[in-house]
């Protein structure tokens, strides 16, 4: 099974910071890799497909890059709302979904 | 658009069988994957299994020997059974949508195991 590993677990930052979040793949998934938003009580909120596609209705200070085994998700900008946790997710190889760690981004 | 809705008990004793309904609204049940997740709490997100409207079924390895997913499109709902819970298996649960490799999540149902 393809293992997702992302970095770092958790980081802090200042509303206005720029925010990048790192996911890597044990093996080549191509540009198959979704991002996620999850704030605290709620379902995850898919932001970024395919890798670098903006999901409707996400704002444009989130981009997503990478292809192969290396992917970032950068948030521009950071506002208020943006303080959440993200997780990357592959779609290379389904069954079984897996998802990384999960990056928890704090005030500072 | 498309909404799932889980339902079933909130809590469940040790040793028993888990279940869960996903209702979905807005779309056929009889398309796309319909998939189980769930989330303990604190941590990350664990896939459960997939089911196609077919019946076809996968199921992650490490939990296979006690789940059971099904569908019932007549209801357009798929079922999750999780059997011999233990304290380990208190999460939220969310039933998604599956398309394209890409989850399209419910709102999550929290199910704790406690005597």
């Known amino acids: 099974d393809i293992q997702m590993t992302q970095s770092p677990s958790s980081l802090s930052a200042s509303v206005g910071d720029r925010v990048t979040i790192t996911c890597r793949a044990s093996q080549s998934i191509a540009s198959y890799l979704n991002w996620y938003q999850q704030k605290p009580g709620k379902a995850p909120k898919l932001l970024i497909y395919a890798a670098s596609s903006l999901q409707s209705g996400v704002p444009s200070r989130f981009s997503g890059s990478g292809s192969g085994t290396y992917f970032t998700l950068t948030i521009n900008s950071l506002q208020p709302e943006d303080f959440a946790t993200y997780f990357c997710q592959q779609s290379y190889n389904t069954p079984p979904l897996t998802f990384g760690g999960g990056t928890k981004v704090e005030i500072k | 658009q498309v909404q799932l809705q889980e339902s079933g008990p909130g809590l469940v004793k040790p040793s028993e069988t888990l279940s869960l309904t996903c209702t979905v609204s807005g779309a056929s049940i009889s398309s796309h994957y319909w998939t189980w997740i769930r989330q303990p709490p604190g941590k990350g997100l664990e896939w459960i299994g997939f089911?196609?409207?077919?019946?076809?079924?996968y199921y992650n390895p490490s939990l296979k020997s006690r789940v059971t997913i099904s569908v019932d499109t007549s209801k357009n709902q798929f079922f999750l059974k999780l059997s011999s819970v233990a304290a380990a298996d208190t999460a939220v649960y969310y039933c998604?949508?599956?398309?394209?490799?890409?989850?399209?999540w419910g709102q999550g149902t929290t199910v704790t195991v406690s005597s």
């Open positions: 998604a949508r599956v398309e394209e490799g890409t989850v399209y």
């Open positions: 089911i196609y409207y077919s019946g076809s079924t």
